[in-house]
Nanobody, 117 residues
Framework: VQLQASGGGEVQVGGSLGLSCEGS????????MGWFRQAPGKEREFVAS????????WYASSVKGRFTISRDNAKNTLYLQMNSLKTEDTAVYYC???????????WGQGTLVTVSS
């Protein structure tokens, strides 16, 4: 699976931003997927994940209620809608194959989200 993330940018506190991750390869639609992020000076952390069928989703407590993960297997695309953004959401966001909260081997290149006050 090859992954290409896009949609990052700068937004003000309280604003919204949507990320996309386009996958290639025949296994994308059968792969559980997730978003992870790495803030400056911090370790990479789990944000959200979704099963291949979209039946189940998981969220980090810090983003639950503000972020929504979804996917469109017909388009081989994973999404992350981010609302009510906070300065602490500033990070490079990565899409990856994932099992619940654990990455499982394939990573996109990352897209920078900056939330300014």
């Amino acid at each position: 699976v090859q992954l290409q993330a896009s949609g990052g940018g700068e937004v003000q506190v309280g604003g919204s931003l949507g990320l996309s991750c386009e996958g290639s390869g025949r296994n994308f639609s059968r792969s559980a997927m997730g978003w992870f992020r790495q803030a400056p000076g911090k370790e990479r952390e789990f944000v959200a994940s979704i099963t291949w069928s979209s039946k189940s989703t998981w969220y980090a407590s810090s983003v639950k209620g503000r972020f929504t993960i979804s996917r469109d297997n017909a388009k081989n695309t994973l999404y992350l809608q981010m609302n009510s953004l906070k300065t602490e959401d500033t990070a490079v966001y990565y899409c990856a194959t994932a099992h619940v909260r654990v990455p499982s081997g394939y990573w996109g290149q990352g897209t920078l989200v900056t939330v300014s006050s």
